[in-house]
DNA sequence: ACCCAGGTGTTTC
DNA sequence: GAAACACATGGG
């Protein structure tokens, strides 16, 4: 298979039908939430199905908002987040996250509108990832994140890129300098953010489910 | 028993 | 800079 730019791979995967009814538009769970940002830091080195436990634990106890996470209790939400792993260190994060939003932005609607890349990145707990993945899927602004699965991903098909803004650049130019072909391939009119939110469900899920040898 | 998962921060050369 | 290590659970 010849495979000249990120959008060969976009196509592939559109091919292969996978993904195709999606409970979230953005594949991401309750994307435009403030859930995402929670889950951006529980899936960390974790699994989803795990990050789903924690998150259940959180709503039971009507923990699951900014504010509420902003004043918890830090032993508390240890334990409500245990199932996903490295749970001090996530507790710690997400709380010192939560009342940083509150003191710089006030309110998560204010934060989904100008919060930027660069405000994330000073973030305890925020990589370049976490970061992308909360402008892509809470933010609704036009990142592609890449992960461990497009590298590997790419990997397998020849292209090798030792900086992880390197591999993003390459993937997103890949869509841009293709964007009629992709209109073409999808029936109706979509975002940008939403093209690049579904790009990426495709790859993590293809690689989850390792349906490319 | 070992390996991995929708990474990140710190320490050390 | 880049490599090595710590953070931790639970399923295959």
């Given amino acids: 298979m010849d495979i000249q730019s990120s959008f ?9 039908g996978y993904l195709k009814e ?18 951006t830091i529980l899936t960390q080195q974790s699994k989803w199905e795990r990050v789903e436990k924690s998150l259940e634990n959180l709503k039971q106890e009507n923990m699951l908002s900014l504010e509420k996470l902003a004043n918890i209790n830090i032993n508390l939400l240890s334990t409500l987040i245990k199932p996903s792993g490295f749970y001090n260190t996530k507790a710690k994060r997400l709380k010192l996250l939560s009342n940083n939003i509150i003191k710089d932005f006030g309110s998560f609607d204010i934060f989904r509108e100008q919060v930027d890349r660069q405000w994330l990145l ?9 970061s992308d993945s909360i402008l892509c899927y809470a933010c609704e602004k036009e990142f592609l994140p890449v992960d461990n699965y497009t590298a590997k991903l790419m990997k397998k098909f020849g292209y090798e890129f030792s900086e992880y803004d390197e591999l993003r650049e390459w993937m997103e130019e890949g869509i841009l300098s293709n964007l009629e072909k992709v209109y073409v391939l999808y029936n109706e009119e979509k975002s940008l953010n939403e093209i690049f939110a579904r790009f990426h469900g495709k790859i993590v899920e293809s690689g989850k489910n390792k349906i490319i040898p």
């Avoid at 060969?8 to 292969?16: A, G, M, N, Q, V």
């Avoid at 538009?25 to 403030?34: A, E, H, Q, V």
């Avoid at 000073?122 to 976490?130: I, T, W």
């Fill in 8 to 16: 060969d791979i976009f196509k592939y995967l559109k091919e292969l």
């Fill in 22 to 39: 999606l409970k979230d538009k953005l594949w991401w769970p309750k994307s435009r939430s403030f859930e995402v940002v929670v889950g």
């Fill in 122 to 130: 000073l973030q305890k707990g925020l990589g370049k990832e976490s």
